[in-house]
């Protein structure tokens, strides 16, 4: 932390996780699990949980469902001060289903009018971003309306460094949509995720890793670029570079949401302790890791997890 600012700061929506239990659908569901979750807040309590200075700008319902957004995130480490209490507002939904293969899961969103769609520019006290070491955000917010729209592009403009997350939902926008907008945001960003799926559907990149970076980097000449792969990690461009982990578990998967967004806090807090960009690839990994194997949007993890698991953890491959 350096004169008095956050390492990092986030900004986006949070919405209520109800979840059918697993392998229940939807038309017998009689009970709903209840969690939080929201990409930039997931990233945002990864790095406050290893013990980073982090804040969330937001806004949330004046009501009990807002209180306990707060508390739960404020329990996490996350610096909530700056997020607004919205009287007659509501708090956004997403209702989960967990399809044991070959269902895949479905995700039903349900956060029209939602007190963040009513949060304005001048709502926020953007000295809180002027002062962050980095500002995350996501390809979500820009893509809720035209408001949260303007909240990004002002916390773009207020920002030092950036961090960005393409976080492409085809429920949304557009791919052509999401491409314009998109190309605005890559010039200014530092630090650039993006699923292969993502750089195929949006930007129309396919091919080996090598390439579609290659690709990527036209739009993002000052970025260091993840490129998200899944089951095959992640193949990271900096400078020319290439690199990729240097180690896979045998991770038994029981809660894949929220995976990207652990590994994107992972990576964010090893470059903020000022750790090697191969480390931060590797924490990163570990990050998304540990969150898989537990239930939930969040990591919960600890720096003595990563340690752990880094020094030869279960099934670690080198």
Known sequence: MTNGGHDLVTLGEVLLRLAVPSPGRFETARQLDVQIGGAEANVAAAVARLGAHVAWLSAVPDNAWGERVLHELTGHGIDCSAVRRIESARLGLYFLEYGAPPRPIRVLYDRRDSAFARLRPDDIDWQVVRRARILHLSGITPALGATPR????????????????????????SPADARVFTAGVLPRTRYLYIGAEEARAVFGFDGPAEAVLEQLARFAPKATIALMQGADGCTVLEGGRLLRPRYRWDVQVVDPIGAGDAYVGGFLWAILQGRSLQDAIDIGQAVAAIKCSTWGDIALVSPRDVDDLLAGGPSVQR
Do not use: M, P, Q
């Not at 990004?152 to 429920?171: C, I, K, M, P, Q």
């Open 150 to 173: 303007a909240l990004f592009e002002r916390a773009l403009h207020e920002a030092g460094e950036v961090s960005f997350d393409l976080n492409y939902r085809a429920t949304l926008w």
